[in-house]
């Protein structure tokens, strides 16, 4: 029997020729990632358990992106944790205030994770750099400790969906309402325990930015990863970023899929998943008049240079509605850079939006644009459940950079042809 | 081994932000993130759990973040079993990385309702619901994570 993308990385890592869906292996990491607030907890039992080593200080990462620039006394106690332990033990990738970004953003721009890698992070969104054509999946803290002392871990070896891509997305339809799209269409529980793999002739019209912010929903289908065939558009992106050795894996010609769906982009339209589930997708035929108090454009699915131009095109010349917050929060400095030299953060100023360093800040409700009870947001974050943005009676809606600029214009959920 | 308590009973898709809200991960210490566990969705738990005590819910449980916060302050709040449809995934392996006992059981996510005395066998999986005097045969696990699990957790058993 052939095998998927995700089984033959799988079975390279566990040194074995063949792996079955169900089957459990240990395999070995290349890459090992935590943030500012899973590391302190696998530090505590990496402390707890004795170690007094680490696998490698070149394959462990640390991001410290949620709570900071530390937002409080106690999330600065959690960064000094995480910024000691990288210092005695050399974690090289260690990013701190000033040079971090995102850990989902931050991590490919860097060139740390390669096509065929298998990648653990202490962070549901690490299924993002499956856009790289790598096995990247989210684990918890415990994982993630295990993980740094011995650079391996353990893995039920995933079925799989395929999505097969084909056609081209029209005028402010974007990767994510093909995502979007794709979890309302098999739920939040759709994939569970599974893969996604993409692929399909319609792949080519698909950049780098819109692949990692596919991948990066996976979790919201409840998959295990979510991974991209690798093409031109991967290697053109990878080349000027890795600079360690890899190697590319495809799917068998005869892998067995649980189920195949064809996907036309050219089908796909603006839409909205309404609270409090990702799998709440609508179309604008479907919404109806809804007011927003705020708009919040970024995070590890969408703070990239792509969609901060996104935002920038709808947002150039106009000013957001009265009454309406509108936070842009570019996902890197070198996004932040980027969007400064093109004077986008320009445009957003004068539109009258707060632009902020990178955080994950409002996505997960730790601060940077809080709800109050019964507020509402338009957000290009990933996760709209209860309380998820801050009051356990705001409500978010998932949106893409498109629409939510336009909302944050019109004050109202709105799609960007309103605008016209 | 055996759990014995009295069930809190939720729905599906129960995430990992109504667990444990991310406001309170600024700490990572699980006995005082225990008195926050679940208050997004049922504000009286952390003042109504007993140790032992035994949660029941639908489909999906556990979605959305990796935070093993979710599942430790679950544990930390005394309850000695989650028993689901099913769980996501994250929250599956953490558990059993943690030594929280989880039993996927479909009839017993049905019929069990809030507040029935249930004891689970984890030898065999069979749940026996004491108050409806009725027993549900839950899924058991493959050899690799019983030996995780019989460790008392994933680093006592890579040592």
């Known amino acids: 029997m052939g095998m998927t993308m995700t089984q033959k990385i799988l079975a390279a890592h566990a040194g074995l020729d063949e792996v079955k869906p169900g089957q459990l292996v240990m395999a070995d990491l290349d890459l090992v990632l935590g943030n500012d607030v899973t590391s302190p907890v696998a530090i505590n039992e990496f402390n707890k358990a004795g170690f007094d080593s680490i696998f490698s200080q070149d394959k462990i990462t640390m991001v410290m992106d949620h709570f900071t620039p530390n937002k409080d006394i106690k999330a600065a106690g959690q960064c000094k944790q995480c910024r000691e332990f990288a210092g005695k033990y050399g974690i090289k990738n260690y990013f701190d205030v000033g040079d971090m970004g995102i850990e989902h953003a931050l991590l490919p721009e860097k060139g740390l994770v390669a096509p065929g890698d298998c990648v653990i992070g202490a962070d549901s969104h690490t299924c993002t750099y499956g856009a790289l054509g790598a096995f990247s999946t989210g684990v918890g803290s415990t994982d993630m400790c295990a993980g740094m002392a011995k650079g391996k ?3 039920r070896i995933p079925s799989a969906i395929k999505f097969n891509i084909i056609g081209k997305l029209p005028k402010w339809s974007t990767a994510k309402d093909v995502i979007l799209h794709i979890i309302t269409m098999i739920g939040v529980d759709g994939a569970l325990y599974k893969s996604m ?3 399909g002739p319609g792949l080519k019209n698909l950049t780098m930015e819109d692949r990692l912010c596919m991948a990066n929903m996976a979790i919201e289908a409840g998959a295990k990863n979510g991974i991209f065939a690798v093409d031109e558009v991967t290697l053109d992106y990878i080349k000027d970023k890795v600079t360690k050795e890899y190697k590319i894996f495809e799917a068998d010609e ?11 982009l050219s089908q796909i339209k603006p839409t909205v998943a309404f609270p409090h589930l990702p799998e709440n997708g609508r179309t604008f035929d479907e919404i109806g008049n809804i007011p927003i108090d705020q708009a919040v454009i970024g995070s590890c699915t969408n703070g990239r240079i792509e969609d901060i131009r996104a935002a920038a095109e709808i947002l150039k010349g106009r000013h957001i509605a009265e009454g309406v917050r509108c936070i842009v929060i570019p996902a890197t400095q070198k996004v932040y850079l980027t969007a400064m030299k093109e004077g986008l953060l320009e445009i957003f100023i004068n539109a009258g939006c707060a632009v902020s360093t990178p955080t994950c800040g409002p996505c997960l409700g730790g601060h940077m644009g809080i709800l109050a009870k019964g507020e509402r947001a338009v957000a290009t974050t990933n996760r709209n459940f209860v309380g998820r943005m801050g009051h356990p009676e705001s409500e978010v809606y998932l949106a893409s950079p498109y629409v939510a600029a336009a909302s944050a214009v019109m004050g109202r959920i709105a799609q960007p042809s309103e605008l016209d | 081994m055996k759990a014995h308590g009295t069930v809190h009973k939720y729905g599906d898709n129960v995430d990992t932000d109504v667990i444990i809200p991310a406001r309170y991960l600024n700490s990572a210490d699980m006995q005082e993130l225990a008195k926050h566990c679940m208050e997004d969705i049922d504000i009286e738990f952390a003042g109504r759990v007993k140790p032992g005590d035994i949660m029941v819910a639908k489909a999906n449980f556990g979605c959305g973040s990796s935070r093993e916060h979710a599942p430790a302050s679950i544990k930390a709040s005394g309850i000695s079993c989650v028993i ?11 558990a059993i990385n943690i030594g929280l006992p989880i039993i996927e059981c479909d009839e017993a996510a049905e019929k069990i309702e809030n507040g029935d005395e249930v004891e689970i066998d984890f030898d065999t999986g069979v749940i026996t619901n004491i108050t409806r005097n009725e027993t549900y045969q839950g899924q058991s696990f493959p050899e690799f994570l019983i030996n995780i699990i019989n460790s008392n957790g994933l680093l ?4």
Not at chain 2, 84 to 94: G, H, L, T, V
Not at chain 2, 156 to 159: D, M
Request: hydrophobic share 40%; net charge negative.
């Open chain 1, 254 to 264: 005869d892998a067995e899929y649980d189920e195949v769906y064809d996907i036309d």
């Open chain 2, 84 to 94: 689901a449809k099913s769980f996501a995934r994250i929250f599956y392996r953490n």
């Open chain 1, 153 to 155: 871990d353990w893995f």
């Open chain 1, 197 to 199: 793999e993409f692929s």
């Open chain 2, 156 to 159: 006592n058993s890579l040592k």
